[in-house]
C-alpha cells in the first residue's frame, strides 16, 4: 500500500475568497489613506508656498517621508508608538503611514501646481478687486489642481501597489494573502498571476477615470 | 481724479520712477510714452496698488491707494487694468471671465452677472464668442475680452498697460477701435503705449516719460508734433521712423 504524501494541499474556494478579502483591504487602504493623504498634501503643499517659516519648518518631515525607503518607515511607525506604548494595530500604522506618505507626494505636486500658474493671471484677478481668499479659490486652486491631475492619479496608483508593504506590520493585505496562500498550495504563478490580474483590476479604472476627467477639465 | 505726488518706485536698488507728480483729471484721456524701462507701465501698476512704492503718495478720487487704511480691493473697482498679456483666466470662457468679479467681488446674483458680462461682450464685438475658452480666441479678440472684463466692474478710470504691443499688426486696429468707443463715452483712460499715431490721434494729454521721469508734458499734438524738449526731440525721430 502506497501513501501519497505531500507538503501541499490543493487550491480550494476558500483560497480564493481569502485572496478577495485581502484584496477589499488593498483597496480600503488605498482609499483611507489616499483620501487622507490627499487632504494632507493640499494642506501641506498651499502651507509651505505660502509661509517662508512653513517651507523650512515642515522642510525636514518632507525630505525624511520622500528620502527614507517606505517599508522602513512602517517599520519606524510601529516601533516609535511601541516605544512610547501606545502600541498600535497593523492596520493603524498601514493607515497612518501611508497617509503621511501620500500626503507629502501630493504636497510636492500641489506646490509645482500653484507656482505654474502665471503670477500675471493672479495680478489681472487683483486688479478685478479680487481678494487673496477669491482668488486662490476661483483663480489659482482651478488652475494649479489641471495642471498636477494627472501626475496624482499616477501616484495614486502607485500608493495602491505600495499597500503591500504594510504587511510587514503584519497586516494581510492582498499580496500576503497571496503568499499564504502560496506557501500551502504551491501554485506560485497561477496564484501571482492572479494577483496580479486584482492589483489591475483596482488600479486601472483609476486611471480610466483619471483620463476622462483629465479631458473634462482640460482647456478646450 | 488721480493725483500722483512725488512718487518713487525701486525694485532694489534700481530706482525705476524718481520722483513724479502728475494730476489725470476725470474724463481725460492721457497717454504715457517713452522708451522701454522708463517706468511708464510700472506706474500705472503703482495707480492700482499692484505694486507698492517707496516714496509719495497716489491719491484715487481722495483715496491714498498705498495707505494701509484704504480698502484697496474695493478702490480697485474704480480702477480697470488692462494688460499688454491679455491675462484672459484660461479655464473660464469668455462670459465667464468677465461674470467672474461681478458675480464674487460685487456680489451680484449669477444670472445678472452673466446677463451684464453679456452686454460688454456684445460691446467689443465678441457677443458670437462668449462661450469659447481663450484658447480659442485670437490675441485681439482675447485682449477685448479682457478690456470687457475690465469694463464689467464698471470701472471711473480705465488704465491701459501696452496692450497692443503683443499684437499681431493687423489685429491691433480692432482694439483700437475699442478704445476709441470707450473715450466717445467720457471715461477716463491712462494708457501707456508705443503706438505714437494713435497718442496723437486720441490723446487729450501726453507725457514723455525718460529714465523714471516725466521729461516733458503737454497737449497730446503740440508734445508729438512740436516738442519742446531735446530728448522727446530724439525719442519721436527714433520711433516714428
Redesign the interface.
Known amino acids: 500500500m502506497v501513501i501519497n504524501i505531500t507538503p501541499y494541499s490543493g487550491l480550494q474556494w476558500s483560497d480564493f475568497w481569502y485572496v478577495l478579502d485581502g484584496a477589499w483591504r488593498t483597496v480600503m487602504l488605498t482609499i483611507v489613506s489616499g483620501a487622507a493623504g490627499t487632504l494632507i498634501g493640499l494642506v501641506l503643499g498651499w502651507a509651505r508656498e505660502n509661509s517662508v517659516i512653513l517651507r523650512y519648518g515642515l522642510a525636514l518631515y518632507v525630505d525624511v517621508t520622500r528620502s527614507v525607503p517606505l517599508i522602513i518607515q512602517f517599520i519606524l511607525v510601529n516601533s516609535v508608538f511601541s516605544i512610547f506604548g501606545l502600541p498600535l494595530t497593523p492596520l493603524e500604522v498601514g493607515l497612518l503611514t501611508l497617509s503621511l506618505y501620500m500626503g507629502v507626494q501630493t504636497s510636492e505636486l500641489v506646490r509645482a501646481g500653484i507656482r505654474s500658474v502665471?503670477e500675471?493671471?493672479q495680478?489681472?484677478?487683483?486688479?478685478?478687486?479680487?481678494?487673496y481668499w477669491?482668488v486662490q479659490t476661483?483663480?489659482t486652486a482651478?488652475?494649479a489642481i489641471?495642471t498636477i491631475f494627472p501626475s496624482w492619479i499616477g501616484t495614486l496608483i502607485g500608493l495602491t501597489k505600495d499597500t503591500a508593504l504594510v504587511s510587514v506590520v503584519g497586516y494581510i493585505e492582498l499580496l500576503r494573502a497571496a503568499q499564504i496562500v502560496i506557501n500551502r498550495s504551491n501554485e506560485t504563478l497561477l496564484i501571482l498571476i492572479g494577483v496580479g490580474v486584482f492589483y489591475f483590476i483596482i488600479c486601472y479604472p483609476v486611471s480610466l477615470y483619471g483620463r476622462r476627467l483629465e479631458r473634462r477639465l482640460a482647456?478646450? | 481724479m488721480i493725483e500722483i505726488k512725488g512718487v518713487r518706485k525701486s525694485f532694489g536698488d534700481n530706482e525705476v520712477i524718481k520722483g513724479i507728480d502728475l494730476t489725470i483729471n476725470k474724463g481725460e484721456v492721457f497717454c504715457l510714452i517713452g522708451a522701454s524701462g522708463s517706468g511708464k507701465s510700472t506706474l500705472l501698476q503703482c495707480i492700482n496698488g499692484l505694486e507698492s512704492i517707496q516714496g509719495g503718495q497716489i491719491l484715487v478720487d481722495g483715496h491714498d491707494v498705498h495707505d494701509k487704511r484704504t480698502n484697496i480691493n474695493e478702490l480697485r473697482q474704480k480702477l480697470g487694468l488692462v494688460f499688454q498679456q491679455y491675462n484672459a483666466f484660461p479655464h473660464l470662457t469668455a462670459i465667464d471671465n468677465v461674470a467672474l468679479a461681478p458675480r464674487i467681488v460685487k456680489k451680484m446674483r449669477r444670472s445678472d452677472a452673466l446677463a451684464l458680462a453679456r452686454q460688454h461682450l456684445e460691446y467689443v464685438g465678441l457677443g458670437d464668442k462668449m462661450h469659447l475658452k481663450p484658447k480659442s480666441l485670437s490675441g485681439g479678440q482675447q485682449q477685448r475680452l479682457a478690456i470687457a472684463r475690465a469694463l464689467a466692474m464698471q470701472p471711473t478710470y480705465m488704465l491701459f498697460d501696452e496692450i497692443t504691443s503683443a499684437l499681431d499688426p493687423e489685429l491691433v486696429g480692432e482694439v483700437l477701435d475699442t478704445i476709441r468707443k470707450l473715450k466717445e463715452s467720457g471715461l477716463t483712460i491712462i494708457m501707456v503705449t508705443h503706438d505714437i499715431a494713435f497718442a496723437r490721434e486720441s490723446a487729450d494729454r501726453v507725457a514723455f516719460f525718460d529714465r523714471g521721469k516725466i521729461c516733458e508734458i503737454g497737449d497730446a499734438r503740440q508734445v508729438i508734433s512740436q516738442p519742446r524738449e531735446e530728448r522727446t526731440r530724439q525719442f519721436l525721430q527714433r520711433v516714428l521712423q
Open positions: 502665471p500675471q493671471l495680478k489681472a484677478a487683483r486688479s478685478l478687486g479680487m481678494n477669491q476661483h483663480i482651478p488652475l489641471r482647456h478646450d
